[in-house]
């Protein structure tokens, strides 16, 4: 088993670096982006074992991404959920990426999860499937350690071709998006998100 948390209790991840992206000068460096982070996910999508989220705060764009990468998820009731992408940069996720979101949430509402740019708490996070437990910051350690112990304790060959069957249903069903990454991160929009990201001020987006 693996568990995944962050440091210190007030994130599990709340983002990727966003300064990195001001050197983005074309749509192909958004590909090879959003290739490097399907490479990093992959990763957990093929490990042999079962791998739990335990989140404890924010787990925001990459954030969200890894956690959804996890095989079951657990966190506190202030943990929050967001993929706020097109209220602040500008940018998209890999085509991997969507559908990892669409097989947890389902389509409506991960359309609704990026559209409106809303975090999600974890009531309903619970509600959505997104997580399968809220649990207090003071037992959610003690929670997880249970949980991981039973699932080990379960048929390793059954977790793993169940774990391999889900992953393959999933990438069976996803084209390549080349296209669609280069459009939003070649676009004027995501090289001036970023500026006003960075400089904290607004941006009034153009669609260009």
């Not at 097989?103 to 359309?111: F, N």
């Not at 070649?186 to 970023?194: H, I, L, M, T, Y």
């Amino acid at each position: 088993m693996l568990v995944l948390r962050g440091a210190g209790g007030r994130a599990f991840v709340s983002g990727t670096d966003i300064r990195q992206f001001l050197d983005f000068d074309s749509g192909k460096t958004g590909i090879e982006y959003e290739a490097g982070i399907d490479r990093y996910l992959g990763r957990l999508d093929c490990l042999r074992k079962p791998a739990i989220a335990q989140v404890e705060g924010y787990a925001v764009g990459a954030g969200l991404s890894i956690a959804s990468a996890c095989d079951l998820r657990v966190c506190t009731p202030e943990a929050q959920f967001g993929l706020p992408i097109a209220r602040t940069l500008g940018n998209c996720l890999s085509m991997a990426g969507y559908a990892r979101l669409a097989a947890i949430l389902g389509e409506a509402r991960a359309k609704d999860l990026v559209f409106t740019a809303r975090m999600i708490p974890a009531d309903e996070a619970l509600a959505a499937g997104l997580v399968s437990a809220v649990v207090p910051a003071d037992e959610i350690e003690a929670h997880v350690l249970e949980l991981a112990e039973r699932v080990a304790g379960f048929a390793p060959i059954t977790l793993r071709v169940t774990k391999e069957a889900f992953r393959r249903l999933r990438e069976a069903n996803v084209p390549d998006g080349a296209d669609l990454v280069a459009e939003a991160y070649g676009s004027e929009d995501f090289r001036a998100g970023v500026e006003a990201f960075v400089e904290k001020r607004r941006h009034t987006w153009t669609g260009r």
